[in-house]
């Protein structure tokens, strides 16, 4: 699948299988739209070709290029003229052309359709620490449904959760690569996607799928504080103190001077244990406080000791029991 939109375009979002393969730059396409606003479409539709034209033989190269069985999909925003002329020109280079109907544009209709569709939830919930998404990753493992929201949106949630992380997407693209995880669930099976809030970094949560996020039963795991320092320690223990020591600055509003600089001057020292435990009693708080805003069932699991494969299965466990007993909605 081509999606001859601009760069920009693409960056800000694309459909996850599309390779960019832009008809103009993000300046000849601006060039393109103000003539359109001052001069009208014949006169853009005659720059656009004057701006097209010397790239047509490069095209049909990058096209051959890239090794299909010269069965294409093209598409652009709405399906216009931008993937009209690239179809015309790959299908005169003897390429199978399909256009996309309606163009990115119907794409990203469906994306938000798509979490309006009926599906069982089951939050996994537990305080910074206790280990949630290596839990998550076991009960997939486990042949249970996950949809990792921090996995998609490069970020763990917190003032550190970006460190040792790619780049995040934006809102739009978050929304894109979710979509088409959660078109493959089973609608006849729970999916478990950790308890997070409205924003994981800069990526929002699909206000559809927030609201059945809030309304869904919640499982919340539980560790002993030390086991949770131990865990965030080995976490973020090779993270580059400069990043930690950034990252525990940007609390200080929420923690306070005196705290953030002990917890700063705990990192300086090596000593980042006694970090976390200063910066945990503030993300407690956040989180029990996020937590009661839900107004729903919440079923503590104490996984004192155990690893995540052993958590997932004690899950699993008590989740068939709720359901046998509907304490889970379907």
């Not at 939830?121 to 042949?143: E, P, R, S």
């Not at 009693?281 to 079923?299: A, G, N, P």
Request: hydrophobic share 40%.
């Amino acid at each position: 699948m081509l999606d001859v939109r601009s760069p920009g375009e693409y960056a800000q979002g694309h459909i996850p299988s599309a390779v960019s393969f832009p008809l103009f730059s993000d300046d000849e396409r601006s060039q393109v739209g103000t003539c359109y606003k001052r001069q009208g479409r014949d006169a853009a539709v005659e720059l656009g070709l004057s701006l097209g034209s010397p790239k047509l033989l490069e095209f049909v190269k990058s096209a051959k290029a890239l090794g299909t069985d010269r069965h294409l999909r093209v598409h652009c925003w709405r399906g216009g003229m931008r993937s009209s002329s690239m179809g015309w020109l790959l299908e005169t280079a003897g390429f199978q052309v399909t256009l996309l109907t309606g163009g990115y544009k119907a794409f990203r209709h469906w994306v938000l359709a798509t979490f309006e569709h009926p599906q069982s939830i089951v939050i996994l919930g537990g305080m910074t620490g206790t280990g949630k998404t290596a839990v998550l990753t076991a009960l997939a493992a486990q042949d249970a449904q996950i949809l990792d929201l921090e996995r998609w949106a490069n970020h763990r949630g917190s003032s550190y959760g970006s460190l040792g992380l790619p780049p995040q997407p934006s809102t739009e693209h978050f929304e894109n690569e979710i979509a088409l995880q959660w078109r493959h669930l089973n609608p006849q099976q729970p999916v478990w996607i950790e308890a997070e809030s409205r924003r994981i970094g800069v990526c929002r949560v699909p206000q559809a799928l927030f609201q059945r996020m809030m309304a869904a039963t919640v499982l919340e795991i539980q560790r002993p504080r030390s086991e949770r320092i131990a865990l965030l320690e080995k976490e973020y223990g090779t993270a580059n103190p400069a990043d930690l020591i950034a990252a525990t600055d940007r609390l200080r509003k929420h923690l306070g001077g005196l705290r953030t600089q002990e917890a700063i001057d705990h990192i300086h020292q090596g000593n980042l244990a006694a970090a976390i435990d200063l910066v945990l009693d503030y993300y407690d708080k956040t989180y029990r406080y996020d937590l009661e805003k839900r107004h729903v069932s919440i079923h503590t699991v104490n996984i004192a000791g155990l690893d995540p494969a052993q958590s997932a299965a004690l899950l699993l466990e008590k989740t068939q029991r709720m359901l046998e007993k509907c304490w889970i909605p379907s």
